[in-house]
């Protein structure tokens, strides 16, 4: 009875623990929005962005086969059983700077940024239950476009569209081992956030404008699933992955107001109720793993063609995600530093959802990381580059390239080991 009452009690210290993280990251979330830059960004709620980690973000997005006994994998669920005793807990912070170059046929941008990546806690409510609470961005609005059109009888009008915001998750991940070698895992996210998107019309000669400025505020809640299983060889080992969800709609109010050139209020209002509809989507991913090295690779289809944007006539199509990556892990028995260090990198590619002017095009990407051991092998400081590209400079399109340059911070609670390299 003593033993039971101190595990209950365990628990509820844990599950206390876990509220007071969700409130803190919440409060960061409210003061630190971060945001990612683009044109594109016009569309519905913005550029969308999955759960990552230092792990996945360093092997090209990969990770639905992937375990680490060392790391969080916050793209398949199930896979944060895979982290062992000693590890009792795991805190993860990544911060990032951007620079994004935008190229027309007739112009050249460029546009930095930076921010907070993700905030990861991975901890155990049970030898057979694992955790992760994490918060991460959904999606990024950012954007600044100008352009002058003809308006009754005035010849030139400038326009300028502006828009700013993040619809972010806060999610509690849960693994469980079923049987041995099999584990299933579930998502539970709060999805929470602000977007704001103004039009401004100022005619040419300057005298006079108008703002009409549009907010969104979205809540909701979402689940999504992920299994695991592996198949153990003399030397290594073979784990197959799956990935599967629904489909989020999400729920979203609007406020307007209209303003005239002194920012006096002309009219406003409450909107009627947006609802953005997501696609659904199912993944399948393999790894090869031994004791030096993983290799993974992943495929998803995204069911965009039927998904919606609320008020937007826009064309989606589905979309197929291919990503593959290699860690190299290290040796723990290197008798100097640089043997300890782990290396990684991988690539991806999928189809951009939207078709623009009757075009589909190509998203593709290739990042490359080190792990470099600190404090007696417990943590790690791991440096990542990443290169994005989609888009098209044709039929007036915008390409644009975006270059990151990540650091994480991982930092890992021990009983009795002192592991050295990530």
Not at 84 to 89: A, E, G, L, R, Y
Not at 125 to 149: C, D, E, M, N
Not at 343 to 356: A, D, E, H, I, M
Not at 395 to 417: A, C, Y
Request: hydrophobic content about 35%; proline content about 2%; overall charge positive.
């Amino acid at each position: 009875m003593t033993v039971v009452c101190c595990m209950m009690n365990s628990n509820k210290v844990k599950f206390a623990i876990t509220l007071q993280i969700v409130y803190f990251l919440t409060q960061i979330s409210l003061h630190a929005q971060n945001t990612f830059s683009s044109p594109y960004s016009v569309y519905g709620i913005g550029m969308l962005h999955y759960r990552t980690s230092s792990l996945s973000r360093s092997i090209g997005g990969t990770g639905i086969a992937v375990q680490d006994e060392y790391s969080i994998n916050p793209i398949n669920p199930a896979s944060y059983s895979s982290i062992k005793s000693p590890i009792t807990h795991i805190h993860e912070i990544g911060l990032y700077i951007e620079s994004n170059r935008y190229t027309s046929q007739s112009t050249i941008e460029s546009k930095t940024s930076g921010g907070i990546t993700n905030l990861n806690y991975w901890f155990k409510f049970a030898k057979w239950w694992s955790a992760t609470a994490g918060l991460t961005p959904y999606s990024s609005v950012s954007y600044k476009i100008k352009t002058q059109r003809e308006l009754a009888t005035t010849s030139l009008v400038n326009y300028t569209y502006e828009g700013s915001g993040n619809i972010n998750q806060l999610y509690l991940g849960n693994a469980f081992n079923v049987v041995k070698n099999l584990s299933v895992g579930v998502h539970a996210a709060y999805f929470f956030g602000n977007i704001l998107k103004t039009e401004s019309l100022d005619l040419y000669d300057g005298e006079s404008y108008l703002t009409y400025e549009n907010k969104i505020v979205a809540r909701t809640f979402h689940f999504d699933f992920g299994l695991q299983y592996k198949i153990n060889f003399k030397n290594k080992s073979l784990v197959i992955g799956i990935i599967a969800d629904d489909g989020l709609t999400l729920t979203a109010k609007q406020q307007n107001a209209l303003y005239d050139h002194n920012a006096d209020t002309l009219s406003s209002g409450v909107g009627k109720t947006l609802k953005y509809k997501l696609p659904k989507y199912a993944g399948v991913g393999l790894s090869l793993n031994s004791k030096r090295y993983t290799i993974a690779a992943d495929l998803k289809f995204e069911d965009w063609s039927n998904a919606s944007y609320a008020k937007e006539e826009v064309v989606l199509q589905d979309t197929w995600k291919f990503s593959a990556g290699y860690i190299y892990k290290g040796n723990p028995e290197a008798e100097n530093y640089f043997g300890l260090v782990s290396l990684r990198t991988g690539f991806n590619v999928q189809q951009y959802p939207l078709k623009l002017k009757g075009k589909s095009s190509l998203m593709w990407g290739w990042s490359a990381g080190v792990s470099l051991p600190m404090f007696d092998g417990k943590s790690a400081l791991n440096l990542t580059y990443s290169m994005d590209q989609f888009g098209t400079v044709e039929d007036k399109l915008v390409l644009q390239r975006s270059q990151k340059f990540i650091l994480d911070l991982v930092i890992r609670d021990l009983w009795g080991n002192k592991r050295r390299a990530d």
